[in-house]
């Protein structure tokens, strides 16, 4: 009974299963790659054949730590040591289009030997090759076309494919190695390495060694081979990020399943009345409509769990930086879908399942369908019909007012974070921004002599090198720390509230917003990324950007990162700003290893705000694409509901684009009020994610009306994508066949 009362319309039935399972495909794909990231971090350190690895403590992530190589030197006299690898980890942009991931390795070390050369020759048996040797993994060849022999240009060095390598492992295979002093080189990083692998000679001596490097360094991270993937905060970020997505989608998905019973409950009145006075209590009614609710979410959560594989299957052969994480599927993930999509269907049909349960009878025998209440009159005619099924219209709208609210407030933290950073330009006079060209801003390294340079021209006023990177602390998971020469300009913006500026060597000030975070005051001690800081000041400059963060001298950012004599970006201010334009072009055939912007363009410039800018985007596809379908089904139930109306106006003389008109401006409607609707839900949202987020309020929100005219052009769309074929299906009714439908 359940499936013929689900399959009766099974136009209906379908677009709901869609919705569910598009939600159901999120959390099995998004959750693969987050997977596949975690277990290509734990067999890159379990291949390696260490029994500890080391890091940089209280880094955001591993990949970019930092540790002094002479380390190694230390960790391997000890006796329970057999040896001690280093590995560096950075990257490039190739082809100006895709980041390639470039680990470093000694080429003699015990660490590569899990890198199985498949075609050609490994680092180690390259000798007399023309530029500097490189192996390349399979999946990353693949996508590049390139075989051995080939010649590869990175970050303007010439570097030759002497090997195409094969290790299981999604991350590495789409990556390239090259020995570590080359790492270091492309890296500016001398002498420094990401992590540190350490092979003991008896590995049930771990813990106890592991006790003895954490009291000896207590600037290093200790971690098993096998543990390490846990500990890494970056896979927690991205597991929470692919979650709230899939979330959005799922919750999206429940309210076109909660929208469709209602619309199956409001047929079948009479027929549920039939049987209440035939004796069905009505536990029984709840429990056939509870039924229906849950076959639904199972057949939408098996039919979504295939289009998450092949989702996967797509995203593993897209080529973009999802791609090369790769995918790990698990009997939990799966669970974890079947939980949700039960959930669904229980929350889902709850509602209609107790509003099917508490008509009454005799009510429900006389009932003749159309509309229910009575409809105002100083409603227009488009609205008037909507008004008939106010349940329906309603849940319409939450569906398309949910996805527009996602779209707001990833939005408003995008604009936010680049509003941020563009005061934080123009408040200390900053005219171009510099950082390194054909890599990842975070990989950015420049030479201060570059800045020297700069500076000797006689058309820029000054220069100041920053440091922009990120810590954990126990009260703010993600503290932004910036660092700047004291006596350059840059700094000069960061007003003193409390104490004094920077003055000397191991000082720190402070954000008002993080000194009350981290309960620090002027002359206390900090510790960030296990180094002692006396806070010096407490500072003030009014963007939430930067009051949630701290700031340091260049030179102590320079010694933590493993970067002497270089900053991660210029920042340069001009004696004539209105010539920016042509300086900046100067000042790129000068320096072609160098990205030279204009403030005005940041969001272009920057990887970060490029990234982020992608995700609002795709959401913003993902509210168009489930709005439309809940569109559908919507329209197609409502020009259902009136073929003997559609009918009768037909035969009194409307022609088809009447008709057409008609359920498109319905359908119009529906998106724009529901994209209005989306609006505060969003500018709420945005504010208590910017306020208790990871950033603990170190961005907040910005609204533009750009923003909110795309809130309302995405419901729009939503509108005549999910209202274009009800409506010519409505057309296409003959007034003959139409008049006499039942």
Known sequence: MIFKNLFRRKGRTILTLVGISIGVAAIVALGAVAQGLKTGFTTMTQSSQADLVLSQANAMSTLISSIDEGIADEVRTLPEVADVNGMLFTNALIDDSAYLFIFGYNPEGFAIDHFRIVEGQTLGEAHGVRGEPLILGRRMAQSMNAQVGDALRITGRAFRIVGIYETGNALEDGAAVVPLQEAQTLA??????????????????????????????????????????????????????????????????????????????????????????????????????????????????????????????????????????????????????????????????????WWASRLLPVEALRYEGGGGASVPRFLPGTARTLWRRRTRTALTLLSIGVSIAAVIALGGMAEGMLGGFNVMMRDSQTDLFAAEADIDADFSAIDERVGARIAARSDVNAVSGMFWTGTSTENMPMLIVAAYHPREFAIRRYRISEGEPLTGRRQVIVGWMAAEKLGVDVGDTLRLMDSNFRVAGIYETGQAFEDAGVVIGLREAQALTGKPRQVQFYLISLRDPGQAEAVREELAATFPEIDFSLTSELDDAMSDFRVLQDMVDQISFLAVFIGAVGMLNTMLMSVLERTREIGVLRSLGWRQRQVLGMVLKESLMLGAVGGACGIPVGLGLGGLVGLTGIWGGAIRPAYTPHLFVQAIVVGLIAGVVGGLYPAWRATRMRPVEALRYE
């Open 188 to 353: 500016m990083q001398p002498h420094r390495v990401s992590m540190l692998y350490v092979k003991l000679n008896d590995p049930d001596k771990a813990n106890q060694l592991r006790a003895r490097i954490e009291r000896r360094f207590s600037d290093l991270t200790v971690s098993t081979s096998t543990g390490f993937a846990s500990e890494e905060q970056l896979l927690e970020m991205l597991d929470g990020i692919a979650m709230a997505i899939a979330g959005l989608a799922v919750v999206i998905g429940g309210i076109g399943m909660t929208n469709t019973l209602f619309m199956s409950v409001f047929e079948r009145t009479r027929e549920i009345g039939l049987l209440r006075s035939l004796g069905w209590r009505r536990r029984r009614v709840m429990g056939t409509i509870l039924g229906e609710a849950l076959v639904l979410a199972l057949l939408g959560g098996l039919t979504g769990s295939s289009l998450g594989v092949l989702s996967l299957v797509a995203i593993s052969k897209s080529g973009s930086w999802l791609s090369v994480f790769g995918g790990q599927l698990t009997s939990e993930l799966f669970a974890r879908a079947l939980v949700t999509v039960v959930a669904l269907g229980l929350v889902g049909g709850a509602y209609p399942a």
